[in-house]
């Protein structure tokens, strides 16, 4: 039993009367580094601005072993309106990753929410299309060769509600094949990344999920080189206990690595607090936090991949930024709070990493 373990198990009576509500619930949550208890890597989205944040640093530095560029790998910053590349802010989180002994996630080449005024001008023109879609592919995971353990090569290519698929450019100018292409120009460009086809509401979303599923077998049946699978896990605390749990069943049934990409839950606040609570939405999102974690460690070892939180402090959180706030611009929706203490949370990821 690793020293880590055996320092879980001294924290577990604790852990255990703050899951059951007593009054040692208001004990504070215990500030044991998530990386160490975890068994897999805990990583975290992150922005080059936050970099020189000492308070983020203070999060980032002690609890995480993995960071996913949140927005600065994506093609709305790295490609520019004329085709030029500016990696500025992706090297620099690759430096930050590199420089700590985190492992980098890319993130992500292909969505069907982002394109470029470099693409649009040659939508629908065959070949100088396609050539571009390689080339771009080739560009962005060619130059984190050997720095980017895996990619999220295909972002979100399901419907909202699960019937059929996005409609994007990628899709008018190859079909569904864009896929396939994105997943063979990645394995070409990074020859040893992980190349995941990553999606959300698959534990919310049963309609979603079959779809997905569907897909993905699809996909493997062609050969095409998917090797892990993303499930975002953006989610909202009332989602009923086991549904977690049972779509992380269905989605390892194909024996691919797990990631949990981006986690966050979502405690909505405005009525619900209201009428629940702050303290009891806490509880609710420890719950569920144990159940992600529970889900995953529970997973045979070469298929745990890996954790990622959607940010590090609440405030951190897209969901504190306008639009997204329609629930509340004071949502609590990560693992630690504004001022970077461990919530309730905390304590339900290490008892699901126990
Ligand atoms: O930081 C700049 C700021 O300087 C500038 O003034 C402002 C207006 O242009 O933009 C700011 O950057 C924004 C960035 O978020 C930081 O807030 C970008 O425009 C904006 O596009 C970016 O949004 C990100 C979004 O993906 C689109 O890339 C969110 O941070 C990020 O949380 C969100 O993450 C997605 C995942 O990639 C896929 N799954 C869903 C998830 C949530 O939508």
Redesign the pocket.
């Known amino acids: 039993m690793t020293l880590r373990r055996r320092e879980l198990l001294h924290l577990a009576p604790a852990l255990a009367l703050a899951a059951c509500g007593s009054q040692a619930q208001e004990a504070p949550p215990p500030d044991l580094p998530l990386k160490d208890a975890a068994p897999f890597p805990v990583g975290l989205?992150v922005?080059s601005g936050s970099l020189t944040d000492a308070g983020w640093r203070a999060v980032a530095d002690r609890h995480f072993n993995q960071v996913t560029p949140?927005?600065e790998m994506?093609m709305?910053r790295v490609l520019q309106d004329d085709g030029s590349y500016d990696f500025s802010a992706a090297d620099a989180i690759a430096e930050y990753a590199a420089s700590t002994g985190k492992r980098l996630f890319g993130?992500?080449l292909i969505w069907y929410a982002q394109t470029s005024p470099a693409f649009e001008r040659i939508d629908g023109q065959g070949s100088p299309f396609q050539a571009a879609y390689r080339n771009y592919i080739h560009e962005v995971a060619g130059r984190y060769r050997g720095r980017a353990a895996a990619w999220d090569v295909v972002?979100?290519p399901v419907a909202e509600d699960g019937d059929g698929f996005r409609d994007c450019v990628w899709r008018r100018n190859f079909g569904m094949a864009y896929i396939d292409r994105a997943f063979e120009h990645a394995a070409e460009a990074d020859p040893n990344a992980l190349l995941f086809l990553n999606e959300?509401n698959l534990e919310s979303l049963p309609a979603k999920r079959v779809t997905f599923l569907r897909l993905l077998e699809d996909l493997l049946r062609r050969g095409t080189p998917v090797t892990g699978v993303g499930t975002?896990s953006?989610m909202d605390v009332e989602l009923a206990p086991g549904a977690y749990a049972a779509a992380m069943r269905e989605i390892a049934a194909f024996g691919l690595p797990v990631h949990v990409s981006?986690l966050d839950i979502s405690l909505g606040r405005g009525a619900k607090a209201m009428v629940q609570g702050d303290r009891a939405l806490l509880l609710k999102q420890a719950r569920l936090a144990e159940e992600v974690a529970r889900s995953l460690a529970d997973l045979p070892a070469a298929q745990r991949f890996g954790l990622t939180i959607?940010g590090a402090r609440d405030g951190d959180s897209?969901l504190r930024?306008p639009p997204n706030n329609g629930g509340s611009p004071t949502d609590q929706p990560l693992m630690f709070d504004d001022a970077g203490r461990p919530k309730p949370a905390t304590a339900g990821l290490l008892r699901g990493f126990g």
């Open positions: 989205a922005q949140e927005w994506k709305e993130h992500a972002n979100e959300y975002q953006h981006e959607w897209w930024r």
